[in-house]
C-alpha cells in the first residue's frame, strides 16, 4: 500500500512537467565526458563520464561519484588540445539542486548539433541557468562543482552500429481504470541504472539490477533530502504488474522499454508533428482565403 501512496504523489505532486514539454523528438540519448578543468584536458578521476536521458530531472550529485558508466564503442569525445577554456554562459550559477538536459539541435547536413543544459535551484521548477554548448565542444556542466564537459550524442535505434545508447529505461503509465485497461493518460519515463534524480519530495533512485531479464525492479526514496544520501525508503516493484491506485478507480504499471519501443514512440511522435504542421497549414490557407472573400466583397 505504501508503494501505491508513494507513486501516487507523481499525480498531485506533477511540478516538473514542463521537462515533458520538449519542442522536438528527443532521438539521441547524450553522454558527457567529465572533466576537472576548463579546458577540458584533465579527466575527471570518478566518474569519467555519464549518460543522460533527454528532460530527465537529475540531482546535482556528479562530484559524489554516481554510477561510473562503461565506455561506449565510438562515443569518447576529447577536446582539441588548443581548445577555449569554457564559459559558464549568462545567468550561470555557482548553485544548483538538479540539471537536466536536451538535445536543442537535432544533427543534420550542414548543421552541428547542440544540447541545453538547464541548472535548477529546486527538482527541475525553478531554472537558475541555461547553457547551450555545441556537441564535441568544451563547456561547463556544473559550475558549483567546478565540472567540465564535452558532450556526445548516443544514438536509440535499434540498427545503431556506433556511438549508440544502451541507457536502461523504466516507464509508468496511469489508467483511467482499475485494471490497466485502455491507454494510459499519462506516462513517466526514469533511467533505470541507479542515477540519483530529484522529485518533488526528495531524491530517488531507480534500478533494473544486472539481469535485464529480471521481471522486478527498484524505487529507493530519499525523502525531503537533495541528494541520493542519508536515511532511505525501498520498494520492489514487479514489472508489468497492475496496481491499483488506492480508491480513485484508476491504476498503474511499469515495464522496461526497450529500443524497439523507444523507436516506434519516436516515430509516432514525429508522425503528431507531422500532422499538426498540416492542420497549421490549412488553417492558414482557410485564414488568407476567408480574408481574401471579406476584401473582394467590401470593395
Not at 577554456?85 to 552541428?112: E, K, Q, R
Not at 533494473?208 to 541528494?227: F, K, M, V, W
Request: proline share 6%; aromatic share 8%.
Amino acid at each position: 500500500m505504501r508503494l501505491i501512496i508513494s507513486r501516487g504523489r507523481a499525480l498531485s505532486l506533477f511540478c516538473s512537467f514542463a521537462l515533458l514539454k520538449s519542442a522536438a523528438p528527443q532521438l539521441y540519448d547524450i553522454q558527457a565526458a567529465l572533466f576537472a578543468e576548463n579546458r577540458c584536458q584533465e579527466p575527471l578521476a570518478s566518474p569519467s563520464s555519464v549518460r543522460m536521458i533527454p528532460t530527465t530531472c537529475y540531482a546535482n550529485t556528479i562530484a559524489d561519484g554516481p554510477p561510473a558508466v562503461s565506455t561506449l564503442a565510438g562515443s569518447n569525445a576529447t577536446a582539441s588540445p588548443s581548445a577555449p577554456a569554457a564559459a559558464a554562459g549568462p545567468g550561470a550559477s555557482n548553485t544548483s539542486s538538479a540539471y537536466s538536459v536536451v538535445v536543442s539541435v537535432p544533427p543534420s547536413y550542414g548543421v552541428t548539433a547542440q544540447v541545453e543544459v538547464r541548472l535548477y535551484s529546486d527538482h527541475c521548477v525553478t531554472t537558475t541557468a541555461v547553457i547551450k554548448p555545441v556537441v564535441g565542444t568544451c563547456s561547463v556542466l556544473l559550475p558549483s562543482e567546478n565540472i567540465y564537459a564535452v558532450y556526445s550524442l548516443l544514438d536509440r535505434s535499434p540498427t545503431c552500429n556506433t556511438q549508440c545508447s544502451n541507457v536502461r529505461r523504466l516507464q509508468q503509465s496511469f489508467f483511467e481504470s482499475v485494471d490497466c485497461s485502455g491507454i494510459p493518460f499519462i506516462e513517466y519515463v526514469y533511467p533505470a541504472d541507479g542515477e540519483c534524480l530529484r522529485f518533488a519530495s526528495g531524491a530517488e533512485r531507480y534500478s533494473l539490477g544486472s539481469d535485464s531479464n529480471s521481471p522486478n525492479a527498484t524505487i529507493t526514496e530519499y525523502l525531503d533530502q537533495t541528494r541520493c544520501e542519508g536515511f532511505a525508503k525501498q520498494y520492489r516493484i514487479a514489472l508489468s504488474h497492475c496496481y491499483t491506485l488506492g480508491d480513485t478507480g484508476r491504476s498503474f504499471k511499469w515495464r522496461m522499454l526497450t529500443l524497439d519501443t523507444l523507436l516506434i514512440r519516436s516515430a509516432a511522435h514525429r508522425a503528431l508533428l507531422s500532422l499538426s504542421d498540416i492542420v497549421r497549414t490549412l488553417l492558414g490557407v482557410l485564414s488568407v482565403y476567408l480574408l481574401h472573400n471579406v476584401l473582394t466583397s467590401s470593395s
